[in-house]
């Protein structure tokens, strides 16, 4: 069965910090991974994907995530966060070729002091 | 397009009563996710459709709880009866499951049983 771990779940930084949210899924087949973000109050949007190709993927607003195999990871990163960066972060998973079952990790809360 | 969309926004209702909350999903999009997000459990998967066939409903927590997919254009989720414990933002997503793309989440519905 599919599963996905989020290392932290309370994470706070000053501005201009730089942010690494770790993520591990559980599956033995090949994966889609996704990072999503929550700001409050408000729906789950996007941030970046990964399906196949560049293991590093760059998504909006200076996001980006490396997809490692054989450590089953896929860690967000940004090098300079900002205030309005404060959201929860969603990492998920679904497993290609199936009928696209989509499993996220606990989340990680993420504050930005100003 | 207008994207997923969610009715109710709020609902308060009194423990016994049978909620419906209802879903349209992006058109075109053959998958379509139900997930409940609380802050003890974080975003659980109820239940996922492919095709308007219900696929996996092994997230969903008891009987009181159903799912329906009518046709490709509408989908609800009954709780009959309700529980105070049932308190939590439902949120329904769809996604084009052959093109690998994303799931598109919608605004969510609040739920309040007292």
């Known amino acids: 069965a599919q599963s996905v771990s989020q290392h932290n779940h309370h994470v706070i930084l000053s501005e201009a910090a730089s942010l690494e949210l770790g993520c591990n899924y559980s599956y033995g087949g090949t994966v889609n991974l996704f990072w999503y973000v929550q700001y409050p109050g408000q729906h789950l949007q996007l941030l970046l994907k990964y399906f196949s190709g560049d293991p590093l993927v760059k998504g909006i607003k200076g996001f980006e995530a490396e997809f490692i195999k054989s450590k089953f990871s896929f860690n967000l990163r940004k090098p300079s966060v900002q205030w309005s960066d404060t959201a929860e972060y969603f990492c998920?998973?679904?497993?290609?070729?199936?009928?696209?079952?989509?499993?996220f990790g606990q989340g990680t809360t993420l504050q930005v002091k100003p | 397009d207008a994207g997923v969309i969610q009715s109710p926004r709020h609902e308060v209702t009194e423990m016994g009563q049978e909620v419906t909350l209802r879903c349209k999903p992006i058109?075109?999009?053959?998958?379509l996710f139900w997930y409940r997000q609380t802050m003890m459990r974080g975003l659980e998967l109820l239940i996922y459709f492919n095709n308007n066939v219900p696929i996996d409903d092994s997230g969903m927590p008891e009987d009181r709880f159903s799912a329906k997919m009518p046709n490709a254009s509408f989908s609800t989720l009954k709780i009959q009866p309700s529980e105070p414990r049932d308190s939590a933002v439902y949120f329904c997503?769809?996604?084009?499951?052959?093109?690998?793309?994303?799931?598109?989440f919608g605004q969510g519905t609040r739920l309040t049983v007292v």
């Open positions: 058109s075109g999009h053959n998958s």
């Open positions: 998920a998973v679904n497993a290609r070729g199936n009928t696209g079952k989509l499993i």
């Open positions: 997503a769809s996604s084009l499951v052959a093109a690998n793309t994303e799931a598109f």
